[in-house]
């Protein structure tokens, strides 16, 4: 009998999407679920007649595979994934593959790694990105790990991945250990950034300047057909003109409370725990966590006053700064990732390729759009780019969009409407092109307070210095240390 060419652990809806797509790409494949009533249900239903080989015991289901064997779990993460690892382990044989497709953290599977290679095996953590109907018609998918994994999976993955138009797979090796996973979080955090974005615009257009939902369905229409043509723009356009059977929009009949599953959350916390500016994509998470004090902020809007302003300006000249505006503020919100990931890469020891991360997101994955082809053209000329902003494409869009920007921002604040992702990454523009800010001030307070040192202008780095601003505190310096 032949064996299998890979096998899936975890059959709910991405699961049996990804079989489904492998199995449509000419590979044939194992199933196997926690539950058997799932997996008779699937092999009697959308896999029947596939060369989809339903499994019912574990080592039925490993000794079905080839070598060496490649196992996809697709569970839930945390602890359901080490549940899964332990319940394979005593069935794989030196040099078989382990591969989490699920939304683990990355520390978890920098661990996992280390786990499964003291066993003798090899170990992927992948991100793979696109919901359901990217898993089945071809996901973006970010394989990270054993670097001895790769060339046995890459046919595989390569092939069922989304392609770009000229043909190139959105799946490439991204590094060791947990680097698949920290950019797949990465990638959320900033669909995190680039969904409140839009939302904000949508808000300034609707509440600021009183447009229809038909009136802001076309500017959408209009804005894909442009620079900011993307999945989520795409959506957002079709989302406005949706109407039930009574005839009502259903835009205005959904409650404006947001949910969230954490991997902004842990986009942020890393770029805290790495000391990276990640403003735009925080303000996005805590934007979620607002939206979410429902019932208090229907009794602030009783008692809390703000503007009484209206907008007097020309609607159409503005709906076209928001559009620069939202450009501008894009380009800020990948900046920033892009920082974070350069960061991670020197805290562990990765190799990323920036430019290919930019084409493995280009197609399948939620934040797809055109854009990312300019980022990875921004790398391919310079793979060393400090930031984003300081590519020569990328500058030059910024300075383009500027001043419309500014003039949103100042209308934003003029009518009272929160922009808290589109301002934050006004501000980081600001902070980040200026040569001084004002932390030599913070450094004085905190030298002041708790001697805890500073260095100067005119001394060279690493010099630490103190003052005994009161007469009262003596010479003795707290130890200079940055968490």
């Known amino acids: 009998m032949k064996k299998v060419d890979i096998g899936l652990w975890g059959l709910a809806v991405m699961g049996e999407n990804l079989v489904l797509n492998m199995e449509s790409k000419g590979f044939t494949v194992a199933v196997y679920n926690r539950t058997a009533e799932k997996t008779a249900r699937f092999a009697q239903g959308r896999a029947k007649d596939k060369n989809i080989i339903p499994a019912y015991e574990v080592k039925d289901f490993i000794a079905s595979l080839e070598r060496p064997r490649k196992v996809m779990i697709m569970v839930k993460a945390g602890r359901p994934v080490d549940e899964v690892i332990d319940q394979l382990l005593p069935f794989l ?64 993955f390569q092939k069922i991945a989304a ?43 609707r509440e600021g300047l009183g447009l229809t939902n038909p009136q802001m369905h076309q500017a959408f229409a209009d804005w894909n057909r442009g620079p900011l043509d993307s999945y989520l723009i795409e959506i957002t356009r079709d989302i406005l003109a949706y109407y039930d059977e009574q005839g009502r929009a259903v835009i205005d009949l959904i409650l404006d409370t947001a949910g969230q599953k954490g991997t902004g959350k842990w986009t ?39 503007p009484s302003a209206h907008f007097k300006g020309d609607t159409k000249s503005f709906v076209n700064d928001l559009q620069q505006a939202l450009y501008a503020a894009k380009i800020v919100s990948y900046a920033q990732g892009y920082q974070l990931m350069r ?31 300019k980022i990875k053209e921004a790398f391919d000329r310079n793979p060393a780019l400090e930031n984003l902003l300081l590519d020569p494409f990328f500058r030059g869009a910024v300075e383009t969009a500027q001043s419309a920007w500014r003039r949103v921002v100042m209308t934003a604040v003029e009518l009272g409407i929160p922009l808290p ?49 009161t007469g009262r505190g003596g010479d003795t310096s707290a130890s200079t240390y940055t968490v």
């Open 343 to 373: 960061a991670a890469a020197r805290e562990y020891g990765w190799n990323l390729n920036y430019g290919g991360v930019a084409l493995m997101w280009r197609g399948g994955c939620i934040i797809r759009s055109v854009f990312l082809g």
């Open 93 to 156: 044989e030196r040099g078989d593959i382990i591969i989490d497709g699920g939304n683990s953290h990355f520390p978890d599977t920098i661990r996992r790694t280390r786990q499964v290679e003291e066993k003798g095996l090899l170990y992927i953590g992948t991100g793979v990105s696109g919901g359901e109907e990217g898993a089945l018609l071809g996901p973006s998918i970010m394989p990270g790990g054993s670097p001895a994994a790769w060339p046995a999976v890459k046919p595989i």
């Open 163 to 205: 392609h770009t138009p000229d043909g190139r797979p959105c799946c490439d090796w991204v590094g060791e250990n947990g680097a698949g996973h920290f950019v797949k979080m990465v990638h959320n955090g900033i669909e995190y950034g680039d969904m409140q974005m839009i939302c904000e615009t949508y808000h300034l257009m």
């Open 421 to 469: 992702t589109i301002s934050a990454a006004l501000a980081f523009y600001d902070g980040y092109r200026h040569q001084r800010l004002p932390a030599n001030l913070l450094q004085a307070q905190r030298d002041y307070f708790g001697a805890h040192t500073y260095e100067r202008v005119d001394r060279p780095r690493g010099e630490f210095f103190h003052t005994n601003w």
């Open 268 to 306: 942020a916390i890393a770029a805290l725990d790495l000391g990276q500016p990640l403003t735009l994509i925080g303000e996005a998470v805590f934007a979620r966590c607002l939206s979410a004090l429902k019932e208090e902020r229907v009794h602030a809007s009783k008692i809390l006053i703000g």
